[in-house]
C-alpha cells in the first residue's frame, strides 16, 4: 500500500542532506503496492552491529507475527529494514528521571544517530528521541527524511535501539529497546499509530476520546462494541483512578496490550484491527483475465483469482454469472460455450471475510471486493473480455432495530447500490436504493418480529447478504 508522504515534507526538509542507507526486506508478503509496509529503522548499532540489528529486527518480527490479529493477517504485511549506522552503541541514559531513585542505571551519554534517550520527561523507562525538543534537535524530521530518501512507501515505521534495557515510547514513530518485551511495547504503540486504539488505562483527558475501544456510552443496546458483549471477557468497564474526568470513560476488558503490555489485543480492538486491515489493502491480490488480455479466447475460458488468504483461511467468494450463483468458495471457475448467452455476458465474483474476529453476522460495517468481467460472446466466440474491479465498505446499523435502519456504503465505482429486505419464507419485503456516502434511513417499525435477509446489489448483481434482527 501506497503511503502519501505530505508535499510540504519535500519543500521543508529538502535542504537536509538525504542519506542512503542499506535496506532489506526481512518479510516478504508479496507485492509491496499490495501490502501494509512496516519499516524498522535502527537506532545505536555501530555499523560492526548492523548485521545484529538484522538479527534482532527479524526476532521482533517473527514475535510480533506470533500475536493475534498480526498472526491471522501476516499474508498483508511486509517488514523492511533500513540500516542506519550511529557512530556509538546504545542510548542516552542521564540519570534525571522523577519517577525512581537516580542513578537507578549507570549514566551514559552516546553519540547516535536518532539521540535516543531514556528518562524523557523525567521517566526511567520513556525512551524517546524528541527529548532535546522539535525545533533544537529535529530528530522527528531527521527521521522522515530517512524514510523519503530511502523507503517513502511505508506505511508505518519504527525504531529499534540497540539497549536490553527496557524502554519504549509511542507517537508518530514507536520506538523501543531489543529486549523481551521490545516487541510486546511496539505493538501498544502500533495500536494507537496504525490502528487508533486508545489505552485502557486512563491516558488523562486531553487524551480521552471516543474510540473503537473507549466510550462514555454506558447502554449495551447502544455501545459501539455491544455485539461482544459476554464473550470473551467483554463488559462495560469504567476506567479506574482518582484524577480528571476518568470517572465518565469506559472501555471494553480489563486484561487488554492496551491496558498493560504482558497482555494481548482484546476481542474489540483485534476486531478494529482487522477492519483497518481490510480498509488498507484489499484481499484481491490479482485477478486473471485482466482486460483484454486473451487475444482470441477458445472454450473452456478459465476465470482466477490470487487472493492474500488470512490464516486460517476465512474469505468467501460468490461467483455470479448473468445474476446466478455460479459457484462458492473457489478461487477460479471455467466456462464453457453453453455458460454464457449471445452478445452480453457479466461473471462478478465478491470477496468477503468471515473470520470469527469480525462479529459478522451482526456487524455494523462490513468490507466487500468484487471483479467484475464484462465477456461480449457472438455466433463464432468470445469477442473481448473487459475487467473491472471495486471495493466496498457498507454499513447497516443499528441491528437489531424496532424502527429506523441506516445504510450507509462507500464505493469507488457505484453512485447508488440496490437493497432487497427479505423475509425468511423467501418473499421480498422491500426493495430500497441506496446513495453513496450518505445515511439512507428507513423506517422498518411496521415488520413483523424476526430475522430478515438484506441483499445488497450492484447493477443488479448480488454482491453481499446480511442478516437483519428486528426486534
Ligand atoms: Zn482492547
Known amino acids: 500500500m501506497k503511503h502519501i508522504l505530505p508535499i510540504v515534507l519535500f519543500f521543508s526538509f529538502q535542504w537536509l542532506s538525504a542519506q542512503v542507507f542499506d535496506v532489506e526486506t526481512i518479510k516478504n508478503s508479496g507485492n509491496n503496492d499490495k501490502r ?76 547516535t544517530y536518532f539521540n535516543a534517550t531514556y528518562d524523557s520527561y523525567g521517566k526511567h523507562r520513556l525512551l524517546y528521541y524528541e527529548i532535546d525538543g522539535f525545533s533544537s534537535n529535529n530528530t522527528q524530521a531527521k527521521i522522515m527524511d530517512v524514510l523519503a530518501t530511502n523507503f517513502p512507501t511505508y506505511d508505518q515505521a519504527l525504531i529499534l535501539v540497540n539497549s536490553s534495557e527496557y524502554g519504549g515510547s509511542g507517537g508518530m514513530f514507536p520506538m523501543a529497546y531489543r529486549g523481551f518485551w521490545g516487541n510486546k ?15 485502557e488505562y486512563y491516558p488523562g483527558d486531553i487524551l480521552a476520546a471516543e474510540a473503537i475501544n473507549m466510550t462514555q456510552e454506558t447502554d449495551p443496546i447502544s455501545i459501539r462494541w455491544k455485539n461482544w458483549l459476554g464473550v470473551n471477557g467483554v463488559g462495560i468497564y469504567q476506567y479506574t483512578c482518582t484524577t480528571g474526568n ?36 484489499s484481499p484481491i491480490n490479482s485477478y486473471t483475465p485482466i482486460s483484454n488480455s486473451i487475444t482470441s479466447p477458445t472454450f473452456p475460458v478459465d476465470f482466477q483469482l490470487n487472493l492474500i488468504n488470512p490464516i486460517p483461511n476465512t474469505l468467501k467468494s460468490t461467483w455470479t454469472l448473468n445474476a446466478s450463483n455460479f459457484a462458492n ?18 461473471l462478478t465474483v465478491a470477496i468477503t471475510d468471515a473470520t ?14 468484487t471483479v467484475t468481467w464484462d465477456i461480449d460472446n457472438s455466433a463464432l466466440g468470445i469477442k473481448d473480455i473487459t475487467s473491472n474491479i471495486a471495493n466496498y465498505n457498507i454499513a447497516m446499523y443499528p441491528n437489531p432495530t424496532n424502527t429506523f435502519l441506516n ?7 457505484d453512485n447508488t447500490l440496490k437493497v432487497d429486505i ?10 430500497i436504493t441506496i446513495s453513496n456516502f450518505q445515511t439512507n434511513q428507513v423506517d422498518i417499525s411496521d415488520f413483523s418480529t424476526g430475522i430478515y435477509l438484506t441483499n445488497f446489489y450492484s447493477k443488479n448483481i448480488l454482491i453481499a447478504s446480511k442478516k437483519l434482527v428486528k426486534n
Open 36 to 111: 501494509i509496509n512496516l519499516v524498522i529503522l535502527s537506532e545505536g548499532y555501530q555499523a560492526s552491529e548492523l548485521a545484529q540489528f538484522k538479527t534482532d529486527a527479524i526476532n521482533f518480527t517473527n514475535a510480533m507475527f506470533n500475536q493475534s490479529p498480526f498472526k491471522e493477517y501476516t499474508n498483508y504485511f511486509n517488514v523492511h529494514i533500513i540500516k542506519v549506522p550511529s557512530n556509538e552503541s546504545g542510548a542516552d541514559h542521564p540519570g534525571t528521571a522523577t519517577d525512581v531513585t537516580e542513578p537507578a542505571s549507570p549514566i551514559l551519554n552516546v553519540d
Open 185 to 199: 511495547v511496539i505493538m501498544h504503540e502500533l495500536g494507537h499509530s496504525l490502528f487508533n486504539l486508545k489505552d
Open 246 to 281: 476518568c470517572a465518565d470513560w469506559y472501555k471494553p476488558h480489563q486484561n487488554c496490550i492496551m491496558e498493560s503490555i504482558d497482555k494481548s489485543f482484546c476481542s474489540v480492538c483485534k476486531e478494529g484491527m482487522v477492519e483497518k486491515i481490510h480498509s488498507l489493502i
Open 329 to 346: 468458495d473457489v478461487d477460479n471457475i471455467s466456462l464453457t460455450e453453453s455458460d454464457l448467452n449471445t452478445g452480453a455476458n457479466t
Open 356 to 369: 470469527t474476529l469480525l462479529k459478522v453476522d451482526n456487524h455494523d460495517a462490513f468490507h466487500v471486493y
Open 407 to 413: 445504510f450507509k456504503f462507500e464505493s469507488d465505482v
Open 422 to 431: 427479505i423475509g425468511l419464507d423467501g418473499k421480498r419485503i422491500k426493495t
